[in-house]
T-cell receptor, first 113, second 116 residues
Framework: DAKTTQPNSMESNEEEPVHLPCNHS???????IHWYRQLPSQGPEYVIH???SNVNNRMASLAIAEDRKSSTLILHRATLRDAAVYYC??????????????FGQGTILTVHP | NAGVMQNPRHLVRRRGQEARLRCSPM?????VYWYRQLPEEGLKFMVY????????ESGMPKERFSAEFPKEGPSILRIQQVVRGDSAAYFC??????????????FGPGTRLLVL
């Protein structure tokens, strides 16, 4: 499985944007880039995913490098509720094949009031 | 549309007892995944099931653990003769059938198993 590398932790102030980086230099052409987050004492929560183009949804934006070897999850205005562990995961989605999510250590995001 | 449901939310067992964890996927989802999160560790994949079929059990311990997803009813993760090292949070996720353009896995709140 292709691996991802994320910083162990990041900090932000409330109401400010947050850019969470992820490196995935061995990504293959059929790997989607997924982001999940896990709030304290809860199950993981889907945030966003993309393949090649940048993506936006109500929670966040995903910026994907042109060579796809890295990506950045962008929270436009961090709130205290965004404090969580953020996981960048590559998921093979060729044809009708679904796969397991391989969680790394993720990035612990701390948001200061 | 109710989300993924897991019960019980908390389960206490003594060493040697059996633990049964249940997962009801979201309506219309035919794929179920089980993950385990040991204390202070990351989430690890255990097993992936479709209705009446185990697709990938590469993350399941070889002994004492089994999983099923029957035609009717919830998916069950069964741990026989529990040991203290089984204490963890067990999360279930479900996803839609292939071909619907949605590869997202939706997670339940987890079952926290404590083995005394």
């Amino acid at each position: 499985d292709a691996k991802t590398t994320q910083p162990n932790s990041m900090e932000s102030n409330e109401e400010e944007p947050v850019h969470l980086p992820c490196n995935h230099s061995t990504i293959s052409g059929t790997d989607y880039i997924h982001w999940y987050r896990q709030l304290p004492s809860q199950g993981p929560e889907y945030v966003i995913h993309g393949l090649t183009s940048n993506v936006n949804n109500r929670m966040a934006s995903l910026a994907i490098a042109e060579d796809r070897k890295s990506s950045t999850l962008i929270l436009h205005r961090a709130t205290l509720r965004d404090a969580a562990v953020y996981y960048c995961i590559l998921l093979y989605a060729g044809g009708t094949s679904y796969g397991k999510l391989t969680f790394g250590q993720g990035t612990i995001l701390t948001v200061h009031p | 549309n109710a989300g993924v449901m897991q019960n019980p939310r908390h389960l206490v067992r003594r060493r040697g007892q059996e633990a049964r964890l249940r997962c009801s996927p979201m309506k219309g989802h035919s794929h179920v995944y089980w993950y385990r999160q040991l204390p202070e560790e990351g989430l690890k994949f255990m097993v992936y099931l479709q209705k009446e079929n185990i697709i990938d059990e590469s993350g399941m311990p070889k002994e004492r653990f089994s999983a099923e997803f029957p035609k009717e009813g919830p998916s069950i993760l069964r741990i026989q003769q529990v040991v203290r090292g089984d204490s963890a949070a067990y999360f279930c996720a479900s996803s839609p059938p292939p071909g619907q353009g949605d590869e997202t896995q939706y997670f339940g709140p987890g079952t926290r198993l404590l083995v005394l």
